[in-house]
């Protein structure tokens, strides 16, 4: 069974940094683009950025472009977010998937609250 | 960027009833790349159709997808007691992807 656990989530100060981290099991994840999507409070979900199998490939959404880097670690079978000068636009849910056209299968998903 | 937009917001209705829910482009989305997801609280997305009108792994076929250029639809042909859910669209035909905000189908 295909399981995607995010973890790395919490309370930043506006301007701090944090990483986010997902753990894929029962794939191969080698196989597989993978992106971060996120919610924020009372909001639709957002695409973030999907990164290609291999990780030397990525695409962002124009309002986290230049502060979120996504990469991956295939033989940890892991997906990361670094997220950096945080704002509080920036407070919600992260969820990684499986895919970037489609997403087959998803996290429960990480919390990240910014605030002072 | 596209804007996707669901109606009707909430539909409340019976089961056995048949469901329509419609997804509205701003532009035309390329190659109809399109997924429908059903969400149930407490719970994850789960990917009923994608460009359109491809089901999923496991979707009952009282499920269908269709749907072109800027606008598609989702129809549940009768409701069962576990289709009462959030169903959301989401374009991946042009970056940004986006998603639209929901319809709740409710039980009436």
């Known amino acids: 069974q295909v399981q995607l656990v995010e973890s790395g989530g919490g309370l930043v100060k506006p301007g701090g940094s944090l990483r986010l981290s997902c753990a894929a099991s029962g794939l191969t994840f080698s196989d597989f683009y993978m992106t971060w999507i996120r919610r924020a409070p009372g909001k639709e979900l957002q695409w973030i950025s999907y990164i290609d199998p291999s990780g030397t490939s990525a695409n962002y959404a124009d309002s986290v472009k230049g502060r979120f880097t996504i990469s991956r670690d295939n033989a940890k079978n892991s997906l990361y977010l670094q997220l950096s000068s945080l704002t509080d636009e920036d407070t919600g849910v992260y969820y990684c998937?499986?895919?970037?056209?489609?997403?087959?299968?998803w996290g429960q998903g990480t919390t990240v609250f910014v605030s002072s | 960027e596209i804007v996707l937009t669901q109606s009707p917001g909430t539909l409340s209705l019976s089961p056995g009833d048949g469901a329509t829910l419609s997804c509205r482009a701003s532009q035309s989305v390329t190659r109809s790349q399109l997924a429908w997801y059903q969400q149930k609280p407490g719970q994850t997305p789960r990917l009923l159709f994608w460009?359109?009108?491809n089901r999923g792994t496991g979707i009952p076929d009282r499920f269908s997808g269709s749907g072109s250029g800027t606008d598609f639809t989702l129809t549940i042909s009768r409701l069962e007691p576990e289709d009462f859910a959030v169903y959301f669209c989401h374009q991946y035909g042009a970056s940004p992807f986006t998603f639209g905000p929901g319809t709740k189908v409710d039980i009436k």
């Open positions: 998937a499986r895919g970037h056209l489609g997403l087959e299968v």
């Open positions: 460009d359109g009108s």
